[in-house]
């Protein structure tokens, strides 16, 4: 089991700048839940509620005391909300230690009861916070009802910036030596990141193909592979690893041999379903990145809501080619969705017509389109292996630049590509008011959630 805590970039600032105080401050952070298939458990930070000044009985570089005005008001937020309470507290100074003090699990006794019984928890939480000249460094428990605990493993900061940092005192693997020339280009610390991060690719087609290989061969060594498709002879014109003798095949499966050809320690784990099912969506749970390889509106509808719900960003691509016989235009998309920007509803990203035709059997599909209820679904588009990998590139390169911080700041959130022009242009957008989206919509790291990211689901 690994527990990550997941917090939006305003969030890990306000930590950041609070251990940086020259004198110990506590606070409440409320998290959302996220429970995933495989066992692991996710923490998403939603609202940090810091002890008044007038709530400390003493407040020193060593120690602090506190009256329970200081965080029962907190408690009761987190009822109300349906969300968990981390106990936060710093432990000053660049050459802090933020491991529990024999004070610490004093008070953690003393509270813990306290702290379930207010909020409604089966859980107690514990963050404790350090500053480092290049952020945070941390430690944190999860305590849980049946008596036994688990740490929080690691903290992955998402927004503008994403930010991989494992727990206080963690070792550090190895960086095997295939790897040289990208440390020599981002350096050791990023190729580490790469080798633990948790990513999902949701269509495993020309795109999603060339997404996983290049990944693999940067160092990723955990993925999720979702698609319900098998390879069709036209197909292997672009999905990366098959072959005409692999027609027929499930794409998820075909993709995860060759990419355990090129990487025989990569945990690859392949699903041959729709993510408009609930089952298979839940799989991308334990994914710290999602990329949204798919051409149907109903699955981009998902991982719309993903990226909110989960806090986890999400790299859609699309490649549209127009021409029948003769390409008249040649469009490409990448866009990045962290908490807090626009969504792909937003953005009219999505046709939401067609988005509720394609949850439908193919029954009722046929039914309504013939009844003028539902909007005919798109035939066959024409597709090219150099347009969908320089797609998938492009793509990849979002993700590096939100890790190594190349470009300008703050970063556009789409990459427009008219190559038919020549031209490329990026641009931002806001979430519509009110939107679930929209962080004053209080739904961003929401978590598990009934139903699931709050929408209906379709029967498997």
């Known amino acids: 089991m690994t527990i990550t805590l997941v917090l939006t970039e305003p969030l890990f600032q306000e930590i950041e700048q609070t251990a940086r105080l020259p004198v110990e401050t506590a606070g409440v952070l409320l998290a959302g839940i996220a429970h995933a298939p495989n066992g692991d458990i996710r923490l998403l930070g939603r ?7 007038e ?77 480092r000249d290049d952020g945070i460094t941390f430690t944190g428990e999860v305590h849980f009802g049946d008596g036994g605990k688990a740490p929080i493993d690691r903290l992955w900061r998402v927004g503008d910036k994403l930010q991989l940092i494992n727990s206080f005192n963690s070792n550090a ?11 020599r280009a981002f350096g050791p610390d990023i190729q580490q990141t790469l080798g633990a991060l948790r ?46 003798g692999a027609v027929g095949k499930s794409k998820t499966s075909i993709l995860k041999d060759h990419l355990t050809t090129i990487a025989p320690d990569l945990a690859c784990n392949a699903v041959a379903a729709m993510v408009t099912l609930e089952k298979t969506a ?34 859609d691509c ?44 193919p029954e009722e599909r046929i039914r309504l389109e013939n009844e003028g209820y539902a909007p005919v679904l798109g035939g066959v588009e024409p597709a090219v292996v150099t347009f969908t990998t320089g797609i998938a590139s492009a793509a990849i390169n979002e993700l590096l630049e939100c890790l190594i911080g190349f470009g300008r700041s703050p970063r556009p959130t789409e990459v427009l590509f008219r190559w038919h022009e ?10 519509r008011p009110g939107h679930y989206c929209d962080p004053a919509s209080q739904k961003i790291g929401k978590g598990d959630g009934n139903p699931f990211l709050e929408q209906a689901w379709p029967r498997a």
């Open 318 to 361: 699309g490649v549209l080619l127009s021409g029948d016989g003769a390409l008249a235009s040649i469009n490409g998309r990448v866009t990045t969705l962290t908490p807090g920007c626009a969504c792909l509803v937003c953005r009219d990203r999505i046709d939401l017509g067609r988005a509720a035709t394609e949850l439908r059997t």
């Open 422 to 431: 020549r031209e490329i242009s990026t641009n931002n957008a806001k979430p």
């Open 282 to 315: 839940r799989e991308l749970t334990p994914c710290d990145v999602v990329f949204g390889c798919t051409d149907d509106n109903a699955g981009r509808l998902v991982l719309s809501r993903l990226s909110t719900f989960l806090a986890t960003p999400v790299i």
């Open 55 to 131: 709530a400390y009985l003493a407040r020193e570089g060593d120690h602090l005391a506190i009256t329970s005005q200081g965080y029962v008001p907190a408690l009761a937020e987190a009822e109300r909300i349906s969300a968990i309470p981390i106990w936060f507290h710093t432990h000053p100074g660049t050459g802090g230690h933020p491991t529990p003090s024999m004070a610490d699990r004093k008070v953690d006794q003393e509270i813990s009861d306290l702290f379930r019984l207010r909020s409604g928890s089966e859980l107690y939480v514990t963050l404790i916070a350090s500053p």
């Open 47 to 53: 609202e940090m509620h810091l002890v008044p000044q």
């Open 199 to 244: 990513v999902g690719i949701v269509g495993c087609g020309g795109t999603g193909s060339a997404v996983a290989e290049q990944l693999v061969r940067l160092g990723v060594r955990h993925l999720t592979l979702i698609d319900a498709d098998t390879l069709t002879e036209s197909n292997v014109t672009r999905v990366y690893g098959s072959t005409p």
């Open 173 to 183: 693997p190895q960086i095997p030596a295939i790897f040289d020339r990208s440390v």
